[in-house]
């Protein structure tokens, strides 16, 4: 069977968009809107005017995709929007401390992370160079689905910032620079807040897949 380019895919989407299928927008609004709302809550004063935003957001993608260019992936023209938007509205709130300082402090655990753990060179350069132990989860079939749900809980109680950028980077594929532009944050901000949520979600997981006296 022959494989779809991904810039086929996207290239096909926004034909839909354009088109106005309203498949194909349910299908952004499906896909983004969890992590565009979390995004969003980093600038604003509320969770209703991170909702706000992000419709605003969806409305603006639907009215300028005729211009869009293709410069980028239509997911980051569309989280660049979303930051825009957001910027905005909480300066506008009067929301004005730097997203940089939001939650960046370092504490002891994340000290104690050793570098080592995470692989140094290559495309998945930052991610760990192996899997946490899962000595205590007996059924194998079982462990994806317990690892997914507790690594969801892991990243609702990171910072605001290291949340951003995991779920940007991670989660959602963007490149370092193309969330540093989004989040208006230098390249070594960037990288620290990465590895500071990647090693607490490691941490995390660890005591949770590793603690015998756990509940799961």
């Known amino acids: 069977m022959e494989l779809v380019a991904p810039e086929a895919e996207e290239t096909a989407l926004v034909a839909r968009l354009r088109a106005g299928d309203e498949a194909a ?24 005017a ?5 419709q605003e957001t969806f409305l603006a993608v639907i009215e300028g995709v005729e211009r869009f260019e293709a410069r980028s992936s239509l997911r980051t023209w569309m989280f660049r929007i979303l930051v ?19 939650g960046s402090g370092v504490d002891e655990e994340e000290r104690a992370v050793d570098p080592d753990r995470f692989l140094a060179e290559g495309r998945w350069a930052g991610f760990w160079s192996a ?9 194998a079939h079982a462990l994806a ?7 969801l809980k892991v990243i ?3 910072p605001p910032a290291q949340r951003a950028v995991l779920e940007l980077r991670d989660v959602e594929g963007l ?3 193309e969330v540093c532009e989004m989040l208006d944050i230098s390249e070594a901000n960037q990288r620290v807040l990465l590895h500071r949520a990647r090693s607490k979600a490691r941490t995390a997981l660890e005591r949770y897949l590793g603690d015998p006296g756990g509940d799961h």
Do not use: C, I, W
Request: proline share 9%; charged share 25%; aromatic share 8%.
């Open 156 to 158: 609702e109680t990171l």
């Open 131 to 139: 899997p946490p132990p899962a000595a205590n989860v007996p059924e």
């Open 145 to 151: 689905a317990e690892v997914g749900s507790q690594l």
């Open 84 to 102: 825009n938007r957001a910027k905005t509205r909480g300066e506008r709130e009067g929301r004005t401390r730097p997203f940089s300082s939001l």
């Open 175 to 177: 490149s370092a620079p």
């Open 50 to 54: 991170a909702a706000d935003v992000v």
């Open 25 to 48: 927008f349910a299908f952004l609004v499906d896909r983004y809107y969890g992590t565009m709302l979390r995004v969003a809550r980093n600038h604003v004063a509320s969770a209703e």
